[in-house]
């Protein structure tokens, strides 16, 4: 490479990246060699310390900077009910409905067999732990309706519904805003079925 | 022409960037095809339910230097039984990952796209999904030309002795040994097979594909028939397939 050692060790390194190519890698690296010293000091640090201080929560396995998690350690986060979610932005997306006072479990990935990601490499044990104690009446799986999210739910669901717990999938269907016209067959009949009597 | 028709049926799809997925496609009358499906992770997308795994589909698409773009495109059967009982999603994947793995991209095989087809048919509705595997892994060997020899022997092409009580079979070699050339090879890559499961893949290769589920091995016959197909499919595939650990486990656990 013509590029000094230094921005092509650089270029290497932010390649690595999820989502970036060379050319993506080659205008992030001279972007940071032309900002100022302490921008990047700032950028490096932050990454280090997060990098250093966060952990998944003993509870839920949710990504935080103290054990418990903050949504663990509220007290009024109803403990009865675990909404299954696949990956820690799941969480903030639910969250953000304001919809939902419940208690979490991040999986850490779905069951995705043509990748060879089997459930061993997911946090179910963790997840059955939490529910031997019998406080939980309620587990909501709310991974992806795609295939690898929908084998995730089934998965769980065989495992789960022998404790005795009630087992429930979130809703799929027409999005809010959306246009029957222009939705496709597989989600029309999903709608469908999980249509709900109305007043 | 940028724009072309076909039909296809989804095997897997990979992220890309915010919203889109790359979806590889077997196609009717191009082969594989990788394809950008843009936006199909939002909720609204109207591509998203038609280009789900295992999904037959109307396509649309526009021709591209690397990969082509969906540009229309709507569900012909959605195969629910394959994306809501674990087993057959299982065995789904193993099928797709197989298809896959063996096609290169944009290689037509006239013959490849109804017998896949018609094999995710019998995964979603046959009531042995066992059996369906066996007859599914035979038709996908049959289209694909790796249909193994069984009348006679591939290292010296002599016939196939009468009467005999087993067989050996050499998923290297492609086919049957005789007796001779199977003494010489033993333990060197090869299996031993019953007289019946022989003569049951034999059958399985000559029966027209609509009258498979006529065939109804017995479960001893139809495990050595299982061990011969996989063994042959890790052969031509030169390594495991990543679906068989899970298509096992939820297998094992289903019975």
Redesign the interface.
């Known amino acids: 490479m013509l590029y000094p050692k230094t921005i092509a060790r650089l270029i290497e390194e932010l390649c690595s990246l999820p989502?970036v190519g060379p050319k993506t890698a080659q205008r992030l690296a001279f972007h940071l060699l032309r900002e100022k010293p302490e921008r990047v000091e700032a950028l490096a640090a932050a990454m280090l310390e997060a990098k250093q201080r966060i952990f998944s929560c003993g509870v839920c396995q949710n990504l935080t900077d103290v054990e418990p998690c903050l949504l663990c350690a509220d007290p009024a986060r109803d403990r009865s009910s675990i909404l299954v979610v696949e990956e820690p932005k799941d969480v903030l997306a639910l969250e953000r409905t304001g919809e939902y006072r419940g208690s979490y479990h991040v999986l850490h990935g779905v069951?995705s067999?043509?990748?060879?990601i089997?459930?061993g490499a997911l946090r179910i044990g963790e997840l059955l732990e939490r529910l031997k104690d019998g406080g939980v009446k309620e587990v909501i799986l709310a991974t992806n309706p795609?295939?690898e999210g929908?084998?995730t739910a089934?998965?769980m669901a065989?495992l789960i519904r022998p404790l005795g717990v009630r087992t429930t999938r979130i809703a799929r269907g027409i999005?809010v805003?959306?246009d029957l016209d222009?939705?496709?067959?597989?989600?029309l009949?999903r709608a469908l079925e999980g249509r709900r009597e109305v007043g | 022409m940028p724009l072309y028709r076909t039909e296809g049926i989804c095997l897997?799809s990979y992220e890309l960037?915010e919203a889109d997925r790359i979806v590889v496609l077997l196609t009717r009358d191009q082969g594989k095809v990788r394809a950008v499906a843009k936006g199909v992770r939002r909720?609204?997308s109207?591509?998203?339910?038609?280009l789900?795994?295992?999904?037959h589909s109307r396509l649309l698409l526009h021709r591209g230097r690397e990969l082509d773009k969906v540009v229309q495109?709507?569900?012909v059967f959605?195969f629910?039984a394959l994306?809501?009982?674990?087993e057959r999603?299982?065995a789904a994947?193993?099928l797709?990952?197989l298809a896959?793995g063996f096609l290169g991209e944009k290689d037509p095989n006239a013959g490849l796209f109804p017998s896949f087809l018609a094999s995710l048919h019998l995964l979603a509705g046959h009531p042995d999904l066992r059996h369906a595997l066996v007859l599914v892994q035979g038709l996908l060997l049959a289209s694909l030309g790796y249909r193994p020899e069984l009348d006679i022997c591939v290292h010296c092409g002599a016939d196939l002795e009468e009467g005999r009580e087993a067989v050996v079979y050499h998923p290297g070699e492609g086919g049957v040994l005789c007796g001779r050339c199977g003494s010489e090879r033993k333990g060197r890559g090869t299996m031993t097979i019953s007289r019946g499961a022989w003569q049951t893949l034999r059958r399985l290769w000559a029966t027209d594909p609509g009258r498979l589920t006529m065939l109804r091995p017995g479960k001893a016959v139809r495990g050595e028939m299982e061990t011969l197909l996989r063994a042959t499919m890790i052969h031509r595939l030169e390594r495991r397939p990543?679906?068989l650990?899970?298509?096992d486990?939820?297998l094992r656990?289903s019975e």
């Open positions: 989502g069951i067999p043509m990748d060879g089997g459930p795609d295939v929908e084998a089934l998965y065989r999005p805003g959306g222009y939705a496709d067959e597989v989600t009949a | 897997r960037k909720p609204g109207r591509l998203a339910g038609s789900l795994p295992f999904t495109c709507e569900a959605g629910r994306r809501e009982e674990l999603m299982a994947s193993y797709a990952e896959d990543k679906t650990d899970f298509l486990l939820v656990e």
